[in-house]
């Protein structure tokens, strides 16, 4: 299969086609992604064959061949089953990992959940047809034909609920896997009776301290759930009993990477501008949004008429001032005159009578993280300016313009600000509707909180409960009639 690389301004594709191309774009740019010859997966469960050549313009899918040393592999040896397979593992599974697709060996989705998916029937299905749902987007795929892997899908779940291993790791661990993909391509209706499927199945088995994976099952359905939470503006399904408590005890230090304005109580941008490579203006944008989301978080249930003044007297003064910063780059910082030491028993250098002539500057080149950064800035202040929700705030072209700047920063840059990404998310994750970019912003959201998850906890989680108490500050989150209730609501407990 190839995917033509469009170019800049092409209008022949959609907006979702595009998507996937730059995500195809910069795997294709890391080494050891799949083009580049055969692979192996830890327990050499299957091996990838090299990739057929594309065309001119062209970026070429690889075609999987089924290790001959496993002949039980739970899939059946088809060449469209093995393919998708190839895709999930190789490439899916590896932005899930990390944000720009190249996750570390000691990686916990690599480590323990691929192998854990490629050696479980049910696991490998649900695989199969995430995959598949994704190339509905590139064209690859025939809308029905991702319909008849999900039947599938359902059959095996079922055939798991009313079995013994109703509520197995691997049973769960499925659920979590087909509601991320119900929320990115499915229907609500779906989307609602997996998630109180999976509640319901959390709570017989004993709540997520007896998940395994070494907590990952349970990471992924947490943050899973509050990416959803915030996408639709609404209260977390996962949550409200003491089974649903989490905690990870590993002492991790923090990494400059998970650094992020939405926790105060972290190192401040401006002493970690060189260490994060971002501009002086950049660390200026971040630590003033980090003062105002701190006061923002810290009103009370009831904040008083002078309080929200205060708020938003403050958020009003940030809006203005990032408002009247240069949109394309920093401005440039002209460095103090340097007066050059006379030698002693020298007469003085004559000065020309008249000025020398002050030749115009060339124009700074664009800077993409600072523009991303002060857009997101942007929709906070307002926002929280005018109390409103995200979705009430972000207009599609606001979206759009704010998506498309960010892809122009190279994923590898993001994933050493992923604090910061995740933070410019959150706007837009909520305020999307259904613009074309819609499921690649909330897909992005789902895998970034994911990540913090899997390398520190407790920010992780920090952030999470950050953005939910913004959104009810704001007046979304756990009353939205419009959006939360078309997920929320009672529905049927049917897979």
Known sequence: MCILACQEGCTSHSDEVHDAIRTLRAYRSTPGHWAGGNQTLGSNTWTLAPAALPDADGIAWPLASLSPELPHHPVPQTMQNSELLSIYVKFLAQFTASLDGSPDASNPFIKYYVPYCVHSELLVHVA??????????????????????KG??????NEHVRSQLSTSDEAIAGVVQLIVVEWLWGNTNDLR????????????????????????????????????????EMSPFLRGWSDFDFCDNSQIPLRLALNT????????????????????????????LRFLLAAVLALPERPTAK?????????????????????????????????????????????????APILPSAPAPPDYVYQTIR????????????RRPFSAIVTPAELTRLWTTAWRVPLSVWRSLLGVFTWILL???????????????????????LQMGMENWEIARGVMEAGLR??????????????GEAVGGEGEGEW
């Not at 047809?129 to 190339?135: E, Q, S, V």
């Not at 599938?152 to 779940?157: A, G």
């Not at 501008?273 to 971002?278: C, E, G, T, V």
């Not at 706007?427 to 909180?449: E, F, Q, Y």
Request: charge should be positive.
């Open 152 to 157: 599938h899908v359902i059959k095996l779940l």
């Open 193 to 232: 009776a997996h998630l109180r499927g999976l509640r319901e199945m959390i709570r017989f088995r004993g709540g997520f301290r007896t998940l395994g994976l070494h907590g990952l099952i349970s990471k992924y359905a947490i943050t899973s759930d509050v990416a959803i939470a915030l996408s639709f």
């Open 261 to 288: 304005p939405i926790i105060s109580t972290l190192v401040s941008f401006s002493s970690c501008a060189d260490a994060l490579h971002i501009h002086r203006a950049v660390t200026s944008i971040l630590d003033d």
């Open 470 to 483: 913004l959104q009810r500050c704001r007046g979304g989150g756990g009353g939205s009639e419009t959006r």
């Open 307 to 355: 309080e929200l003044q205060k708020v938003h007297t403050t958020s009003a003064w940030i809006h203005e001032r990032i408002s009247s910063l240069p949109a394309d780059a920093p401005a440039p910082q002209r460095p103090p005159p340097r007066s050059s030491p006379q030698p002693q028993h020298q007469a003085p250098i004559p000065r020309p009578l008249s000025p």
């Open 128 to 149: 199969i047809y995430t995959a598949a749902c994704f190339l509905t987007d590139t064209g690859h795929v025939e809308r029905t034909s991702a319909m008849a892997h």
């Open 427 to 449: 706007p837009i994750a909520s305020g999307g509707g259904a613009t074309p970019h819609d499921r690649s912003v909330k897909g992005m959201m789902g895998v970034s909180l």
């Open 375 to 386: 857009l997101a800035a942007l929709l906070y202040t307002r926002a929280i300016k005018d």
